[in-house]
């Protein structure tokens, strides 16, 4: 299916510095997160305010307490809710969330919640839905909650291993949501996405740049996970924001 229609870039950004190159480059807007290592938490009120602050970039900040899944107990809701009002208080033009039951359904009634104290603020829904026992079931709720738009790989690793599955969802949301591509979109691959009629593609045009620190004591790891480097600062590439753009809205 031919999409004519002009397709939104958003950038998924851990920093004040990845969120200058995405405003810099023209990007729609950033999924702004913290705990890159683990799928994308709730990004610090100080982060928001610089970003919001400092660029003219749609600001859509990750709702998530933890890494792991997203299926949440009691004292994680508080939290979360919580966290929505202070984020909506600081001023983001949207929020990024998802919560499932045990049994892998939508948690209808936690995010209705959550609608509720946002109000108008618009709601995505991460990849909880990639997750799920039935991803259309789950799209369904979404629409009757008042999401605006749905993250998604397709219920893959990766956006391309993912597409079929995301065609359907397009076909399957006619127009009442919106579908965006996700993990592992990157210039050399966006336009496929663009073919299959999604509103919206989301990449973190991630690279990395050697830390400032000179001295580096060798057999510790602060994070526990020696195979990520300590002295590698992971951030958006403007270069490559630009070149996903230029794809996705060339003919």
């Known amino acids: 299916m031919k999409n004519n229609q002009e397709i939104d870039v958003?950038?998924?950004?851990?920093?004040?510095?990845?969120?200058?190159?995405?405003?810099?480059?023209?990007?729609?807007?950033?999924?702004?997160?913290?705990?890159?290592?683990e799928g994308g938490t709730t990004p610090s009120t100080g982060l928001v305010k610089q970003v919001l602050a400092n660029t003219s970039i749609e600001v859509h900040a990750m709702l998530r307490p933890r890494g792991g899944d997203?299926?949440?107990?009691?004292?994680e809701k508080q939290t979360m809710l919580a966290e929505a009002s202070d984020l909506v208080a600081a001023g983001v033009h949207g929020l990024v969330v998802g919560a499932l039951l045990p049994n892998g359904d939508l948690d209808v009634a936690f995010l209705a919640e959550i609608k509720r104290i946002v109000g108008g603020i618009a709601l995505t829904c991460h990849r909880a839905i990639d997750v799920s026992r039935d991803p259309f079931?789950?799209?369904?709720?979404?629409?009757?909650?008042?999401?605006?738009?749905?993250?998604?790989?397709?219920q893959k690793d990766k956006a391309m291993e993912g597409i079929e599955?995301?065609?359907?969802?397009?076909?399957?949301a006619d127009g009442r949501i919106q579908i965006m591509a996700g993990s592992g979109v990157n210039p050399q691959n966006c336009?496929?996405?663009?073919?299959?009629?999604?509103?919206?593609?989301?990449?973190?045009?991630?690279?990395?740049?050697?830390?400032?620190?000179?001295?580096?004591r060798?057999?510790?790891?602060?994070?526990g996970v020696s195979e990520i480097s300590e002295f590698e600062v992971a951030f958006a590439s403007e270069e490559i924001?630009?070149?996903?753009?230029?794809?996705?809205?060339?003919n």
Do not use: W
């Open 10 to 37: 958003e950038v998924c950004a851990y920093s004040l510095f990845s969120c200058l190159a995405a405003d810099r480059a023209g990007a729609n807007r950033v999924e702004l997160c913290a705990s890159p290592y």
């Open 70 to 75: 997203f299926c949440y107990d009691a004292s």
């Open 137 to 154: 079931e789950v799209m369904e709720g979404l629409i009757q909650v008042g999401f605006v738009r749905i993250l998604s790989s397709g």
């Open 165 to 172: 599955a995301l065609a359907e969802m397009v076909e399957r």
């Open 191 to 216: 336009a496929f996405f663009k073919q299959i009629g999604v509103n919206a593609i989301h990449l973190s045009a991630r690279t990395v740049r050697n830390s400032m620190m000179e001295y580096r």
């Open 218 to 223: 060798p057999g510790i790891s602060m994070g």
């Open 241 to 250: 924001i630009r070149q996903a753009i230029q794809q996705i809205r060339s």
